[in-house]
């Protein structure tokens, strides 16, 4: 009898697990949303199965697909950033004429990926844990004004001059002082010279997939079962994983327009005291990752007060949907007021404090025949004092 009930508990657990790791939502543009299981992608069209039975939509109408795959435990390893804003994290094996080798260390199984070094920034050999460590990496290759290739010590300096190659043991470069070889283990990073970088995106159809190892990378062909990934990406390396690694897929070129990827018509900044605060495109202002209530979003805005963005629609747009939170990098004082105006008209207003440190969702706001989009950052309680604002994934609904 025993037996028989743990055989029951055991397949019980194991439905239960089945049913977490396919557990998916499907948000469209016309604001319906869909639970379920993501049965395939294929030819751009997604399935989903429900209660209720299946059901197709077009890739072009979907805004994304949330998976309920969970992150994976921290591993050690290195990290390429793409002039996309896409991520890649594995080990970096060595570099081939043109070429960065990266393998996954998550997915024994997966090829090296060749990574053409024209569409690199930057490339970390020990990635941190720390989402602290990270934004101060970050903002430190960021602020450097270089017209040459860096190279970060792990001593705390630096050099500059034209990178040539790296293997398991050397990394060599070119400087004033001559060509140079030096050990990589005393490497921390590198990042180009950004005159150089060059990664254009396609118009066409695409997708960017977010791994649960951390990886964030655009696809252009994409096939999805109940068990298996098939892609490539746009640099042309192919990848095959399990399902149960992606967390989350979001198209692109379709009618879902993230508002990063737009270009203001004006930016206003009004200093509390002295300082001044520039907004960040899919980073925070202090060009960290986006993270609010100790979730990364790879798309969005970075703000402080007190400022204002204006964005010109024309009348192409058929609705704005947004979150909106304080960043995780704040210190307790954060308090603003946001705003979002649509004509002039303030559409939506929410106060913003470390004493309800959460992020909120913004209701769908209508566009139908809007001309002005603004998004403002005012001061709060406490004067300007670690006021970083994240809009995290902003998108335009472009009309049918």
Sequence with gaps: MRSMLFCLLFILIGLIFQSQIQAAELELVSGKKLDGTLIEIRQNQLTMQMKTGRETVAAADTIRVYLDHHRLPWKKTGMLRLANHDQILGDLVRSEEEYLLIKMNTLPGQPEWRVPLETVTAAFFDWPASRFTRTELLTKIDLQKQNDDLFFLKNGDHLQGEFISFNEKTFRFDSSAGETSVPRGGIQCFCFNPELVNFPQPDQLRYVLTLTNGTRV??????????????????????????????????????????????????????????????????????????????????????????????????????????????????????????????????????????????????????????????????GKNADMDDHVNWLRPVLLRSE
Aim: charge should be negative.
């Design 218 to 379: 655009t696809i252009s062909e994409l096939a999805v079962s109940q068990e298996h990934v098939a892609a490539k990406t746009l640099f042309g390396a192919s990848l095959t994983c399990p399902i149960s690694m992606v967390e989350t897929i979001t198209p692109r070129g379709g009618k879902v327009i993230p508002l990063s990827d737009v270009n203001p018509a004006s930016y206003q900044f009004t200093p509390y005291l002295s300082r001044k605060w520039d907004w960040q495109r899919n980073r925070n202002v202090l060009r960290g990752p986006l993270v609010t209530e100790g979730t990364e979003y790879f798309s969005g805005l970075g703000m402080h007060s007190a400022s204002e963005l204006r964005y010109q629609l024309d009348g192409k747009y058929s609705g704005f949907q947004t979150l909106v939170g304080l960043d995780e990098a704040t210190t307790g004082r954060g308090d603003v007021d946001v705003l979002i105006l649509v004509d002039q008209r303030v559409v939506f207003q929410k106060s913003l404090s470390e004493e309800q440190r959460r992020m909120v969702e913004v209701p769908r706001i209508d566009m139908t025949g809007a001309q002005e989009l603004i998004l403002k950052v005012e001061f």
